[in-house]
């Protein structure tokens, strides 16, 4: 039965002839340079990033992607360079991406505005005698999915990708909005044409002190193809900001519902930071998987690089 649900999921998806989409990762509030070039250098320090994250265990053919990222400030410029390598497998699909980034950095007060663009080369190939359609034929091992829209072997074939964000980062609350595959760029080879689809996302978080070890850090992730809409609502509770645990809910309406998710994460020192989250189907996909897992490891460097950026001064009546 799970094998039957994803391969028509997966003729569907071959059908709407969009190639790669905008992969999901439920620990988007530690990684945020991955889907906001203007986020690059914001962390004050040399940052990278591993992300790994199975979703639909289960599923044969379910989405696996894994996401590393490098991005360090250059003050002396107010700038902030980034790299990106992406690799994402989903049934007969498989998309590598390897991409750079750039931001400018301003001071408004006691904020930053970063303005950033990202570009990115992608290869993506689909195994087309993997799939199958209801009007193929494939006896004798000979494949025929009487579908010029799809493959009947290897499709392989590579592009390039624009896109740009704004960050503003404030000592009470984080905004972001970005664009990527900005240019909705096509792959092609013969007759056969496959689109990347342009993606929308926006980001808005902020902490909140409870008292003098607790902290609550609730945030929000929409992301729209300008066709349909999914938002993440997370929140997290942090403790002495070594400890973290909380909960997220990824949904819109009853079409965009997907998954309630519990994450967790921890400082392992000043350098290390470990998280991982698992993701509870409750859309009707529920039924042919068991959930999904994803893990982060972070690194950011102790020590700035250069000249830091000088936080504001904070005047107390007590000193």
């Known amino acids: 039965m799970k094998k039957i649900y994803f391969l028509l999921l997966g003729i ?11 992969p999901q990762y439920s620990l988007y509030s530690w990684n945020q340079f991955a889907f906001n070039p203007a986020y690059a250098g914001m962390d004050n320090a040399l940052s990278f990033t591993g992300v790994v994250r199975k979703q639909w265990l289960g599923l044969e053919g379910s989405p696996l992607s894994q996401q590393a990222n490098l991005h360090v400030p250059v003050y002396f410029l ?15 699909e498989h998309t590598l991406g390897v991409g750079v980034a750039y931001s400018y950095q301003i001071e408004l007060g006691a904020a930053v505005l970063s303005a ?50 704004l960050y503003l980062q404030h000592p009470r609350f984080n905004l972001g909005v970005s664009v990527q595959n900005a240019l909705e760029p096509s792959l092609a080879q013969n007759n056969i044409k496959f689109t990347v ?62 998954a309630a998710v519990l994450l967790a994460g921890i400082r392992l020192n000043d350098q290390f930071f470990l998280g991982y989250a698992y993701d509870l189907s409750i859309s009707p996909l529920r039924q042919a998987n068991d959930g999904s897992h994803e893990l982060i490891l972070r690194y950011t460097l102790s020590k700035g690089i250069g000249q830091e950026r000088i936080p504001p001064v904070i005047y107390s009546p007590r000193f």
């Open 78 to 92: 107010n700038s902030g360079f980034g790299l990106y390598l992406s690799n994402d497998q989903t049934g007969a």
């Open 12 to 22: 569907g998806l071959a059908a709407g002839v969009q190639a790669q989409q905008w």
């Open 116 to 165: 950033g663009v990202n570009g990115q080369w992608l290869q993506y190939t689909l195994d087309g005698s993997k799939l199958r359609t209801p009007q193929g034929s494939y006896e004798g091992g000979a494949i025929d999915h009487n579908d010029v829209a799809l493959p009947e072997s290897r499709f392989s074939a590579s592009t390039n990708t624009l896109g740009a964000g």
């Open 197 to 258: 689809d342009r993606a929308f996302l926006g980001f808005a978080g902020t902490r909140v002190n409870l008292g003098r070890h607790w902290q609550w850090q609730p945030s929000i992730l929409a992301k729209t193809n300008s066709r349909q809409w999914q938002v993440d609502w997370t929140n997290i509770l942090g403790y002495d900001g070594n400890f973290f645990g909380g909960f997220s809910f990824r949904g819109y309406d009853r079409l965009s519902i997907d």
